[in-house]
């Protein structure tokens, strides 16, 4: 039993980090960042297969963390010029693509058929100890990551951001150029979801495309809106519940034999839909939001 | 030093919004833009600050021309607008707006923000000395942690101006500085311009509040149909025909 | 030379579905103001519902019908319920939401007919030569119907009344406001448009391919393309845009493979937005 909570507990670390750098990108910034998956997949490749080429786990951690970082760059020099909605749409599709890439690149990614035995962390731990190790590992770095968002949102750079968010036009009237901190927050963004995909890929130990669907991305997306998009204590309670739904749907499946597993996929995404929905409308601003803020 | 327009014409569609604008205002000029709905007061601080782009002439800050300069690169060289609907950061407090337009702050990189905590620590002590200093001179202080989108319209005009200020800017570009604002602090914000104006700055203000404006003033523009119609002293400009005929519609 | 006019063919099949799912993209673009993802998963609910109607009564004409009506009252109900509460609204709640009503529509479809895909009974017929291009009677008959499809929606939007007033509010909303047009009937107006077009393009692609929960959401990273490359809100751009992104798909295949299809679409949509940040004829917004 304690071995599930320790899983469970890696796997909500792994969500609240993509869940603090959509934080910084969206509720801080206002970019609609619709290719979260997108940098979690070229993360987890990047790790899986530098690691499977005998490079250790520390570089190839730092490596899963710098690929995404600089890919989100020629997206955003490309993209930032972009209307919202257009960013949106541009970010879906680069996450779509890089699906397609890892799925038809066989020769490296191995296709649908992924990267089997990726090799684990700690490898001198097995069992509880292993998991607890990963578990404290994951804990460290996501706590770094809080710090450095909460240092990031309280500095002269968050106060810019933020401007963004609330006015972007202002922003350049006050000779200061949106697209310079865009692409920063992007970046860091990305390497955010890099590192979270390490984790996952190392803990996991098997990577496939289906893996790196559009879903995860608005798994992600229903936890900040829920918490609140704009805190950074909305991003811990959003994945709390983010992941008290995964699992509950989980449990479901297990209490009601006849409902098949593919029916329950249906299930889960439904109320991911609806989720969404009733939250946008009723609740813009998320649980820890502030009501006064439109 | 000065600040010049030379024969401007931006077309929308088929319409001819500015039809070969120029005015010029010296160092330290005090002018005033005025003109019916429409005219093309706005389009043409736009294209002043960067924001639209003219189909046709020049504008230049020193003889030097601004056209290859971008919006941000125009406030930076020193020519910064406000806007006529005000564009607050709603959910920064009054006194962030102001932090956040302060120029060149190291701790605005995430490089510098990690690397050089020193630096910024001091650059925000000394922008939040400016900050303070502005938020009094424009009586802002009480309101100064609210947020912003809790202000009053004429509140949020000032902020405006004090963001502008904060650039230390040699021309300003004002956009209805006083609509919404109640006329004791207009007689205000008139008396912070004329310092402001005293210090140094150059001002070109756009501005339906003509008996406010000409207290303000001493040299009026008047822009109607895209031309400009008229310029000169208040008294003048304001009793001149065409003037009359078009910026009053004739009835007087 | 035959192979090129092979792909060719092929090519505008292809980008008449495009062109279609862009055409639905474009009117809610145009006139609701935001990009409704939510658009290929009524796609896929009219191909689902032209499939029931298909095995029920055994006809073609009947399923293409109740497609129509599928994709309208979907479409409808999805702007009673959602969109239209989110008048006024960020455009990102707009589109967050259509994500939303995608995931719902989607939800619905597999718990009700799974995840395994279907097809529609077809008559196997022998392809035609044409000027040495291969032509199957159903990819003809396919194309004539979604050409004449779009030559009602054209007809419709500039022949009639309330096909000049939406095109007046994509023009200028607030002009169009003031000359006295009910937004209301015209939002109505354009979800069912909208919706009837996406259920028909849906129903005819599940005829060419196969009918499965995710067809729909496949089609929308191309059609979003075409929606842009056409321009934000002009119907014949969608259309021809959805036809040049087809054949060029086609065209490259030899070269880039069949399943970098996306990656050519995804590439298009950055040539035109470097190009033109705001779309291809899309209106540059001005600040005051």
Redesign the interface.
């Known amino acids: 039993m304690s071995a599930y909570f320790v899983a469970i507990g890696i796997v909500s670390l792994i969500y609240m980090l993509l869940a603090l750098g959509l934080t910084l990108q969206f509720g801080l910034t206002g970019l609609i960042n619709f290719g979260h998956v997108g940098f979690f997949a070229i993360g987890a490749y990047t790790s899986a297969l530098l690691s499977l080429q005998g490079v250790p786990l520390p570089l190839s951690f730092l490596a899963a963390a710098i690929v995404p970082g600089l890919m989100a760059l020629p997206i955003g020099l490309i993209s930032l010029r972009l209307r919202d909605d257009y960013f949106a749409i541009v970010t879906l599709g680069f996450s779509e693509v890089v699906r397609a890439v890892i799925t038809n690149a066989r020769e490296l990614t191995g296709g649908t058929q992924g990267i089997p035995g990726i090799p684990r962390m700690y490898p001198g731990l097995t069992g509880l100890p292993a998991q607890l190790a990963v578990l404290a590992t994951v804990g460290l770095v996501t706590l770094a990551a809080v710090w450095m968002i909460v240092r990031i949102a309280r500095s002269p750079f968050g106060r810019m951001i933020q401007a963004i968010r609330d006015n972007e036009v202002a922003v350049k009237a006050l000779g200061k150029d949106p697209a310079r901190f865009k692409v920063q927050v992007l970046a860091v963004g990305a390497a955010l979801a890099g590192i979270a995909s390490a984790f996952y890929a190392h803990y996991i130990t098997y990577i496939v495309p289906d893996q790196f669907i559009p879903l995860v991305t608005f798994y992600v997306w229903m936890a900040i809106i829920m918490g609140g998009a704009s805190r950074i204590s909305g991003a811990v309670l959003g994945t709390a519940i983010l992941m008290a739904f995964l699992e509950g749907s989980r449990f479901v499946h297990d209490f009601l034999p006849g409902v098949s597993e593919v029916h329950m996929a249906s299930v889960r995404i439904g109320i991911v839909g609806l989720l969404l929905i009733v939250f946008v409308i009723k609740r813009p601003q998320g649980l820890m939001g502030d009501t006064t803020q439109r | 030093m000065t600040l010049e327009v030379r024969d401007i014409v931006m077309n929308f569609g088929g319409f001819r919004a500015l039809d070969g604008v120029s005015l010029t205002v010296p160092a330290g000029g005090l002018v005033g833009l005025i003109g019916p709905n429409g005219a093309g007061k ?2 043409l601080f ?1 294209i002043m ?1 960067g ?2 782009t003219q189909d046709a002439g020049a504008v230049l800050l020193d003889g030097r021309p601004l056209d290859a300069l ?4 125009r ?2 060289a020193g020519l ?6 005000p ?6 407090t009054v006194r ?2 102001l ?3 302060a ?1 060149g ?6 490089l510098g ?2 690397f050089q905590p020193g630096r ?1 620590a001091r ?2 002590a000394v922008i939040a000395r400016r900050a303070e200093e502005t938020l009094r001179l424009l009586k802002l202080a009480p309101v100064a942690d609210q ?1 912003a ?1 809790q202000l009053s319209g004429g509140q949020k005009k000032l902020l405006e101006l004090g ?2 200020l ?2 230390d800017p040699r021309f300003v570009l004002l956009d209805e500085p006083f609509a919404g604002v109640n006329p004791v602090l207009i007689g205000e914000i008139v008396a912070r311009i004329r310092e402001l104006n005293a210090a140094g700055i150059g001002f070109l203000i756009i501005e339906h509040d003509l008996e406010a404006l000409t207290r303000l003033v001493p040299y009026l523009a008047v822009l109607d149909r895209g031309r400009i119609i008229a310029q000169g002293g208040p008294d003048a400009v304001l009793t001149d025909a065409a003037v009359r005929e078009a910026y009053l519609g004739g009835v007087a | 030379m035959t192979d090129l006019l092979q792909h060719v063919a092929n090519g505008v099949v292809q980008g008449l579905f495009i062109g279609m799912a862009a055409l639905a993209i474009t009117l809610v673009f145009g006139i609701a103001r935001f990009p409704n993802a939510a658009t290929g998963d009524m796609m896929t609910f009219g191909a689902y519902a032209g499939l029931v109607a298909q095995q029920a009564a055994n006809s073609l004409v009947l399923a293409g019908a109740v497609a129509i009506l599928a994709g309208a009252v979907v479409a409808l109900a999805s702007h009673w319920l959602v969109f239209r509460r989110l008048a006024g609204r960020s455009v990102v709640s707009l589109l967050v939401a259509s994500i939303g009503v995608a995931f719902m529509i989607r939800a619905v479809l597999g718990v009700v007919f799974g995840q395994a895909q279907a097809v529609f009974q077809v008559p196997l017929t022998r392809a035609q030569l044409y000027w040495g291009v291969r032509v199957t009677p159903l990819n003809l008959q396919i194309s004539q119907v979604v050409v004449a499809a779009l030559l009602v929606v054209f007809a419709v939007l500039y022949f009639t009344p309330i096909g000049r007033q939406m095109r007046a509010v994509a023009d200028d909303r607030d002009l169009a406001r003031v000359s006295g047009i009910r937004p209301e009937r015209v939002m109505v107006a354009l979800w069912l448009m909208a919706g009837a077009v996406a259920g028909l393009a849906g129903m005819m692609l599940g005829i060419k391919t196969v009918v499965a929960p995710e067809v729909g959401w496949e089609m929308l990273l191309p059609a979003f393309t075409a929606a842009i490359l056409g321009g934000i809100g002009s119907a014949p751009g969608a259309v021809l845009a959805g036809l040049l992104l087809g054949v060029a798909q086609e065209v490259s295949t030899p070269f880039v493979g069949f399943s970098y299809k996306i990656a050519i679409a995804f590439l298009v949509m950055l040539g035109v937005l470097l190009v033109r940040p705001s779309g291809l004829f899309g209106r540059s917004e001005s600040v005051r």
């Open positions: 706005s389009t736009a600050s924001f639209q971008a919006a941000p690169a406030a930076r910064v607008r406000t806007f006529q609907v564009r607050e950061f709603r959910n920064l962030q707006n932090l956040a337009a120029p702050q190291t701790g605005e990189n995430l923000l990690f910024v650059e925000e947020p989108r963001r502008a904060m650039l």
